[in-house]
């Protein structure tokens, strides 16, 4: 093969490889106007992100599950008094793009249980929740709540839930725990 084709060939294929990549285009010669289109993508992934507690201001996984504590060692005059629990603010944030969003409050056994006897058991009833706002409710637990659509097919809330116990029965003493999961549904 001669050294001229070779040359001809890489030259050739140098000034085509720009237009392999390059955007449509349009030639006018004389009066007149040109006109290129540039097609254009955003790819949005079902998004779905409930935050109770820690963890609420990132959109990302948080192993951080918080405790709240009502201690009456202090004023055991105050035990089944039915004066209510100073309440503990717990920030929440729910965010999804697919529709109405169901939060469901899912208790451990029927309440909460006495480390000295499993018998002895404070009912999720005495368990109060309040919101900031009445559009990301706190659900009691067994039940739900819908926090309300942002627009469109999106919810993004945050809220403060404020959480306190009734006190409205002398229980036996122990300390009593136990957990509720909160999980958010969406269609």
Do not use: C, H
């Amino acid at each position: 093969m001669n050294k001229s084709l070779i040359l001809k060939s890489a030259i050739a294929l140098a000034l085509a490889a720009p237009l392999l990549a390059s955007a449509e285009s349009d030639l006018t010669i004389g009066t007149g106007s040109a006109a290129a289109r540039l097609n254009f993508q955003v790819i949005i992934p079902r998004v779905l992100f409930l935050a109770v507690g820690t963890g609420n201001a990132t959109l990302a996984d948080n192993g951080t599950i918080d405790t709240l504590t009502y201690d009456y060692s202090a004023n055991p005059a105050d035990v089944g008094s039915g004066t209510d629990s100073a309440a503990q603010a717990v920030n929440v944030r729910v965010l999804g793009n697919n529709g109405q969003i169901a939060i469901g409050a899912a208790g451990t056994g029927t309440g909460l249980v006495s480390d000295l006897d499993a018998a002895d058991i404070i009912p999720w009833t005495e368990v109060l929740a309040t919101s900031s706002t009445p559009t990301f409710n706190a659900p009691a637990v067994g039940s739900s709540a819908n926090p309300t659509l942002s627009a469109g097919k999106v919810t993004n809330r945050t809220a403060i839930w404020n959480f306190a116990y009734s006190n409205t029965a002398v229980a036996a003493p122990g300390t009593y725990s136990g957990q509720v999961t909160y999980t958010a549904t969406m269609p």
